[in-house]
Structures are given as C-alpha cells and as structure tokens.
C-alpha cells in the first residue's frame, strides 16, 4: 500500500501502529537488511498529514541505509516516527508503547534519538524493548563522535586542497555551535584554527567565543565569511544554487543532514572549486559511536572506527577526480556497493 509513494525505494517493510490508549500513532520503515538489522533514529513530530509522515519515514530509512553502509557497521537502514507535538503530546506512556511497537518487530529495528526524541526519550522506549541504541550511560552523548567525525573528514579535506592536515592557521566558519559545532569548534582551537562562529542561539554563540577566541558573526552572515573552510553544523539545505556562488571557502565538511538542497548542488560545488565532504559521510561519527554502544564500546574503539571515515574521503576524492563526478555521487556510489551485496566488514 506504500508503492504509490515517491519515496519508495523497494522498502523491505513499512508498518503503521495506533494506540488509542497511549495516543501512539506511528510509522516505521526498514529500508534495507542486507547488511544487518535496520537501525535509526525515532522522530516526534507533528506532521501536517499521514502521508507526510510516511514520506519523511520513507526518505528517512532509506538514508540510514547509506549512512550506516558508508560507516561501515552491520546495520541497514531504517527509522520510525511518531505523529506527535514532542512539547505536549510525548509521554511515558507514549513511549512506552513505542517501545512496545519496536519490539514487535523482533530486532528487524533497532531505535535510538532524532529531532522530538532525547537520550531519556531512548531510555525510557527502552524499559520496553531490547532494541534501543544510546543507552548506554558511561559512552555519554553521540554527538562527541560525531564531531570527531567531522573534525578528521576536514583534516583530509585540508590534506587534498593545501597539502597538509594541519588545520592550524586555517579558518573555520563554523555555522551553529549545538552539541557538535560546539565540541568541533574545541577540537579546531585546540589545533589552532582561527574560528568565525554563528547559531541562532547568540548565547551558544557567545559561550564558544568565550571558550576558543572564536569572533561571532550573525547567521546571516556565515556563509558570507572570508574563511578557508565552511562547516554546516545546524539546519539543512544550506548549499544552493543561491548560496554556493557566494561562498568564499575552498572546502565545505560540517555535521548538518541534507546539507545540499538538491543533488545538482553537488556539481555546483564542484564546478566552483569547492571539496564537499557529503554530510552522511562526515557525520557517521555519531552512528558508530551508537553501533559500539550495543556490541563493546570503549572510547578506543570508537575513535579507531570514527577516524576510518577519513579513509573514505580520500577514497571518495580520488574516484572522484578519476570520473569527475561529484564527491556526493562517488560516496553514494560507494555506499551502495557496500550495502547492495550485503557486505559485513567492519573496523
């Protein structure tokens, strides 16, 4: 029933659950499993109508499936949301029967945290079902991963266009200063990167200039910034055809989903001299981090798998110089070989 759909892309399993009790009403998709179980995020929102909702769900998994191909663990894709306003409408015993929903699938998906959702959120869907991600109290929050993720892809990014990964000298515009931009912008000072710094929350702003030396400027004005490297660390759909011609810098690597607004953006870069680490790859950090939480994590191991993302730049620029497509086109290339005949490796 989910065929008509433009976003259907041969999903393995789309399913829908209301719970009147509860006021549960929810999708989730597995997108694919040939490299495991499905995992992803769960969303809270309040979409506008059902079909939004299994659009988003849809879209959602499918891209899990590339971005846990390109990190390279043995998870597909999937996510689940919820049809819900997360500010009055998510309770425990909301929660709870998403919990229950997750576990009627037997491990075919595993959850964890997205836009609506929290650490707490995972944890109390966990008091429900075995199959939640992120719980694990001595790894902390993800989101150190993730920067760190970003933190190496920029490195090799550096590497390619100036020869070298020391990133001191360089700047760094760093556009929002959230739980990554912020822990990112720690690693950069520390390497002694000039930083230029914007969030629509002045105050986060403000507090990583405090920390690093940073200089605030408005969130309209960082993509305008005379820097070296650009890194899109808040909302998506930042890379325009609009704003790409307006950029200064000669490489773009930040945290942000779905950075591009189209994928002709892509070119667009790339014609303008721009080394574009695709945002799945450099934000993978986070995803594994979330692996190692339900195998053995340690700090070591994540780090050794997080810094591998920086391999897969590389692999990814050299391709890309070698049949001049897009360094977007070449990691979703890459994924897919990966996922499409359901290899395992891992670090």
């Not at 011609?245 to 000669?250: A, E, I, M, T």
């Not at 450099?282 to 070591?300: C, M, P, V």
């Amino acid at each position: 029933m989910y065929q008509h759909f433009p976003d259907f892309d041969d999903h393995v399993l789309v399913t829908h659950r209301q719970d009147t009790p509860s006021g549960l009403n929810a999708f989730i998709a597995v997108h694919n499993e040939n490299r495991g179980p499905a995992m992803g995020g769960c969303r809270i929102l309040k979409y506008g109508s059902t079909d939004l909702a299994i659009k988003d769900v849809l879209r959602l998994s499918r891209g899990m499936t590339y971005k846990n191909a390109i990190a390279n663990i043995p998870y597909g894709g999937g996510k689940a949301v919820i049809i819900a306003d997360p500010r009055v409408e998510k309770t425990t015993r909301l929660l709870h029967a998403m919990g229950d929903f997750v576990q009627s699938l037997h491990g075919r998906y595993i959850t964890s945290f997205d836009s609506g959702t929290t650490l707490d959120d995972v944890n109390t869907i966990g008091v429900r079902t075995e199959f939640a991600a992120g719980t694990l109290a001595e790894a902390g929050n993800a989101s150190g991963s993730t920067a760190s993720g970003v933190y190496y892809c920029m490195r090799a990014a550096a590497e390619r266009v100036h020869g070298t990964s020391d990133l001191g000298g360089l700047t760094v515009a760093i556009q929002g200063v959230g739980n990554v931009g912020r822990r990112l912008a720690e690693k950069l000072a520390a390497d002694g990167a000039k930083l230029i710094v914007a969030d629509i929350e002045t105050q986060n702003a403000r507090a990583v200039a405090q920390a690093t030396g940073a200089t605030v400027v408005g969130v309209d004005e960082i993509l305008l910034a005379d820097a070296d490297i650009l890194s899109p660390c808040a909302l998506g759909g930042v890379l325009s055809p609009q704003s790409i011609p307006d950029l200064k810098v000669k490489i773009v690597v930040g945290g942000a989903n779905n950075q591009l607004v189209s994928a002709d953006d892509d070119e667009r870069l790339q014609h303008a001299g721009i080394l574009y680490c695709p945002d799945y790859l450099a934000n993978a950090g986070g995803i594994i981090d979330l692996y190692y939480q339900r195998s053995t994590w340690t700090s070591e191991a994540v780090d050794k798998h997080v810094r591998q993302l920086a391999d897969t730049f590389h692999e990814v620029v050299e391709r890309s110089r070698a049949t001049r497509l897009g360094t977007a086109k070449v990691t979703d290339a890459i994924a897919q070989e990966r996922f499409s005949f359901g290899g395992r490796e891992t670090a």
